[in-house]
């Protein structure tokens, strides 16, 4: 049953756009509606950043870190004066004291931090600045290596602080809105007030491989401007959401510092799900498979060790494998990763061709024993 005052209000809607169409041409009504629709974009646009940017800020902290490190030396006449001032004839080590700048995001309520683990190897002294403004010592939890990865925890908390909102990275299409969050200048600004930039989803699932311990896969590419203390902060959505870790950039020329454009973020549920090993286990546990692989045209399983995970999963010597988990293997180098967001307790697909028939089997991992 339409109500009588909304059937007046119908009724006034029609005559307005008789009226238009008399009066005015298609063209000046078409140019009329888009321009009413382009503005209402631009303000539900802005709307988005400005909500998200206060959403994501509670959660976002700067941290000084100190390290020492060992320098060689470069005063003149140096290699002269160590002939006859050093002890056996070997330099003293020279010392010196440096300072790194980072950002981490508040995961929970009691005070644990997940940040970049470059940052923080190494540490002498960490602080944590919070948004709040207030500023205390930390200590590094656990870290890992192989995701680039360490939770770090306050060592005093004056307020509750603010968890962030992490979102499955799956929900992530290429050309979309992402913001990054961190404190590129915490020092020179003496502010721990994040800075935000904006850019959109260059591309998903990059994988790198590096001649050092880390492993990047998957990685999410964006050009918003992610600067050396940006590590460790988020890339969020428009609804406020961590949707990736803020890693590293890329810039071609070692002499280049700053961001051209070509950023690369860890993605969240990964991060996070590796943020909790860490808090429960104090480390990153190492996984186990029960199964032997090598190299025959494609990875064989060689053999199952008895009673392992693999055997309980059903998986046979001479099993080729196909697929592990999204992940199709071909050759050794595509299993490097693959086991990164995984941990013991968790359950992982595998697919192997048996006889000419492909099977299709669910591997719980365990811990190395």
């Not at 009691?110 to 190494?122: R, Y």
Request: glycine content about 10%; overall charge negative.
């Amino acid at each position: 049953m339409i109500k009588k005052n909304h059937l007046i209000i119908y009724f006034g809607i029609a005559v307005v756009g008789i009226c238009l169409g008399i009066f005015f041409p298609k063209k000046t009504i078409k140019s009329i509606f888009e321009k009413i629709v382009d503005t209402r974009l631009q303000a539900l646009m802005q709307h988005d950043f400005v909500y998200a940017s206060a959403k994501i800020k509670p959660s976002v902290v700067g941290l000084v870190v100190t390290k020492v490190k060992v320098v060689e030396d470069h005063e003149p006449y140096s290699d002269y004066f160590n002939q006859y001032f050093v002890q056996n004839g070997i330099p003293s080590p020279n010392y010196q004291t440096v300072y790194n700048m980072g950002s981490g995001i508040v995961i929970d309520t009691n005070g644990n931090i997940l940040t970049s683990n470059h940052i923080v190897n190494g540490a002498e002294e960490l602080t944590i600045a919070f948004a709040d403004g207030s500023t205390v010592g930390a200590v590094v939890i656990a870290s890992d290596t192989l995701s680039d990865l360490a939770v770090i925890r306050a060592d005093t908390l004056y307020s509750t602080p603010t968890p962030a909102d992490f979102v499955s990275e799956d929900s992530l299409q290429v050309g979309e809105f992402v913001l990054a969050a961190g404190n590129p200048f915490l020092n020179f600004f003496n502010s721990a007030d994040p800075t935000i930039t904006l850019g959109i989803v260059s591309a998903l699932h990059r994988n790198f491989r590096f001649t050092g311990t880390g492993i990047y896969q998957d990685m999410i590419q964006t050009d918003a401007a992610i600067n050396p203390g940006n590590s460790g902060g988020p890339l969020f959505n428009t609804r406020g959401e961590v949707c990736g870790v803020n890693s590293f950039i890329y810039t071609g020329d070692e002499s280049v510092q700053g961001s051209v454009g070509i950023g690369f973020a860890i993605p969240a549920s990964r991060a996070y799900h590796i943020a909790k090993e860490l808090i429960t286990y104090g480390r990153r546990r190492v996984s186990w498979t029960g199964l032997k692989i090598t190299d025959q045209g494609g990875i064989v399983i060689t053999a199952v060790s008895t009673g392992g995970p693999g055997q309980v999963a059903g998986i046979e010597p001479g099993d080729r494998i196909v697929r592990i988990a999204d992940r199709k293997i071909i050759k050794p180098s595509d299993i490097v990763g693959v086991f990164l967001p995984y941990f013991p307790g968790d359950t992982i697909t595998f697919t192997v061709s048996r006889n000419g028939k492909e099977k299709v089997v669910e591997l719980i991992l365990q811990e190395m024993p």
